[in-house]
């Protein structure tokens, strides 16, 4: 039965007009042709649980499985532990001539999760990484991606001979840049307890032997994290990537640090749609000089013609 599923599912065409746009409805069990509407199985198979739950309480009380494999914990979140707090699995308290035991059986588990000094350099660095990660408020995704750049360092031998900070916050520059959510080196660095020098040069050694491609970071990704920190609407918004993808259009941001293109753009579209924002106030969100954004407003609305009066 089960082959039978996956073989309906891998089904890439509608047996009767040929169509591509096969859709799943798994509430009704059914795969549906999206043009003709010819329904191609009505008997598919739930692999979700048997239960419902309609609070975390309840679900919490009535799932069977633990949470799913991590990269971000060194063992992969696959080990056990023995809760802090003085209660067996029907909550009631242990007697007080046992808690000894139990202190010295939480001192021990915790002492075999990390069994040697691989392990030791692995629990640190993530523990680092997710601080970082906490303090630059990234999402579990990156997190991931940054432990997993982390954990091939850790296999290529390339942690010798370097600080741990320093391969964490390059790892996790990489990930961000690779998850399209950009940080600079200047913020990286502010939250780790490396140079920005050492940062921008262990990611270059990270990149080059690892062999990771990526592309260069494009200004608009950055507009919508400056116009929330700045307040500014959906239309600036969009009027700032309008202007970006100008410029990248007439080659003025070649050779121009992405930050400042970007706090330039928000600043003009801020001018034209007036929600405007001192250059400062731009300046300090961005983390670039207001001499940066005077140059680049003044390259993009001289060459871009864009009606703003210098």
């Known amino acids: 039965m089960r082959s039978d599923v996956s073989e309906i599912e891998k089904e890439t065409k509608c047996p009767e007009c040929g169509s591509e746009d096969l859709r799943g409805d798994y509430e009704r069990a059914e795969i549906v042709c999206g043009k003709c509407g010819l329904v191609i199985d009505d008997n598919l198979v739930d692999m979700g649980p048997e239960w419902r739950a309609f609070d975390h309480e309840q679900r919490d009380k009535r799932t069977r499985v633990g949470a799913p494999i991590t990269y971000t914990i060194h063992d992969k979140g696959l080990s056990t532990m023995i809760d802090w707090r003085n209660k067996d699995i029907y909550g009631r308290d242990i007697p007080a001539r046992n808690r000894a035991q139990w202190y010295r059986l939480r001192k021990w588990q915790r002492k075999i999760r990390i069994s040697g000094a691989t392990e030791r350099n692995l629990a640190f660095a993530l523990s680092e990484l997710d601080r970082d990660s906490s303090r630059l408020g990234l999402p579990r995704s990156v997190r991931e991606a940054a432990s997993m750049v982390y954990r091939r360092a850790v296999e290529n031998k390339l942690i010798r001979g370097r600080s741990i900070e320093g391969v964490v916050a390059a790892s996790l520059y990489a990930a961000c840049r690779s998850c399209n959510v950009p940080r600079t080196l200047d913020e990286i660095a502010e939250v780790s307890r490396v140079s920005k020098k050492e940062v921008g040069r262990t990611y270059r050694f990270l990149t080059r032997e690892l062999n990771i491609k990526l592309p260069p970071t494009s200004p ?73 954004i005077r140059n680049r407003y003044k390259e993009l609305t001289e060459q871009l013609d864009l009606g703003v009066t210098l």
Not at 238 to 259: C, D, V, Y
Not at 277 to 284: G, L, N
């Open 220 to 292: 608009v990704d950055y507009v919508p994290r400056f116009a929330s920190e700045l307040g500014l609407s959906g239309e600036v918004q969009s009027k700032a990537i309008e202007i970006i993808e100008m410029a990248m259009e007439n080659g003025l941001t070649s050779g121009r640090g992405p930050t400042g293109v970007a706090a330039a753009a928000l600043y003009i579209a801020s001018v034209l749609l007036g929600e405007c924002k001192t250059q400062r106030d731009v300046a300090e969100v961005a983390g670039v000089t207001e001499v940066t």
